[in-house]
């Protein structure tokens, strides 16, 4: 046995059983070891970023990290972008790098780089096997790392020699560290802040944000009368009808401080403090209301249903304290696109336990609202802000859940720079639907460059920000990657066409004309 395959059943038998992968040279010893060695699934990608987002996208659904395969420091640098994503929505990832062999690093070949230096702004744990006997204990290493609460990404590089030499055999992954015990003197701070009577803001994200999280938030606003709301984006968010229903922060600052402006306590819950997602000038930073105190109920990575639970009973909210929501009754659209009319058609088809991947950007800031009545559903969004995230992270949420439909929002500038991820979905024949709203224009920075006082955009600017020359053309750019697409310019044509892809098993696209 090699250390290459002493790797891979380390894997297998940590649990970790996906890898999204592309290799190069130095990793082929490794995609040798697959061959023989049953009970890993090999989900190839075609760009760096698909596979880093992709892995991201599982771990978000799955829970469990799946593992990646990239070549060398340019393959890692490929990849960061959504790496970056994946460690602010704390995902956990075992990152195998391949590295050149030990002896052949100082002679300075073309693809030598500082691949720990890449590795590190976006990895919790970084090791480099010096030898092909470590390979199997630095992945078991390298699992319970990236496996601990919060997730966390674990970069394990791999020399070349290390993989092809000899090795004693797999290891065992060691003790995993779980959520941390809630905190009894945050929860009878949270207690006396809600029993204070002064305006509070409840405020989730993360574990908080699935349904029993929701439940317990539902009773102790009821309870209460604190407002409750989740950050501006979250990795996960179960919504739809029967779960409590509630706002995220704006994103627009001036909303946002307007949102904000009169609570007086904000109460964490796997939170941070609301900050603005750029400077502005003349705006502030930080979102809350001058004078506002913030409370840590629980950390990231926290026992956070726990915590809800004991603040709960410590101001006495039982589930019948919980108010009854009335949501907007669903009706199919007609005439034209509009985010209104959009929103609505995004509700009506909606399918029963559906995975909502959003990365609409401008015109998806008007489908939340409409979409809280659909059916139930989970909803997830980009938490690092690094445009490319939509589509990896479909395509890793459909691997870890084949039984559930994923819809992917997507603007076609933000959907170009990881276009490959429908390839892989026609690969390996992934239930996603990739709703394309084509404003053949980077909509969200006309906003911001009047945001950030840059003056008037002049030709050159406008051109920086306009993709209508060429236009881009979805329905042939998803051909070429074996996926069908359609291309809709009208409420009612898309509200058909989406309702009947989410029943039609495989990927399909879906233009929206705006």
Known sequence: MNGAESLVRTLVAGKVDV?????????????????????????????????????????RMKGTPASTLLHLGPGLGNGIANLHNAKKA???????????????????????????????????????????????????????????????????????????????????????SQRAALSGTAVDNAAKILKSGEPTLILMSHRALREDGLALAAQISGKTGAKVMAQGSNPRMARGAGRYSIDRVPYVVDLAVNTLKDFRHIILVEAVEPVAFFAYPDKPSLLKADGAKVHSLCEIGGDCIGSLQALADAVGAKPSDAKPQQHAEIVKPTGALTHASIAAAIAAAIPENAIVVDEAVTTGRAFFAPTAGAKPHDWLQNMGGSIGYGTPVATGAAVACPDRRVIALEGDGSAMYTLQSLWTQAREQLDITTVIFANRTYEILKGEFTNVQAGSPGKKAVDMLNLDRPALDWVSLAKGMGVPGVSVSNAEDFHKELANSVKTPGPRLIEVLM
């Open 19 to 59: 890898c999204f992968t592309n290799p190069g040279t130095s990793e082929m010893h490794f995609v040798s070891a697959l061959d023989r060695v049953d009970g890993m699934r090999c989900v190839l990608g075609l760009f760096e970023g698909v596979v880093t987002g992709a892995a991201d996208g599982y771990y």
């Open 90 to 176: 704390s995902s956990g990832i075992v990152n195998i790098v391949g590295q050149h062999a030990t002896y052949h690093i100082e002679h300075n070949a073309p693809l030598t780089s500082d691949i720990e230096g890449l590795a590190r702004p976006v990895s919790a744990w970084v090791r480099t096997s010096p030898n092909a006997k470590s390979v199997a204990r630095d992945g078991a290493a390298a699992i319970a790392a990236a496996s601990a609460a919060p997730g966390q990404i674990a970069t394990l590089i791999l020399p070349a020699d290390t993989a092809w030499n000899e090795a004693d055999g797999f290891a065992e992954v060691g003790e995993i």
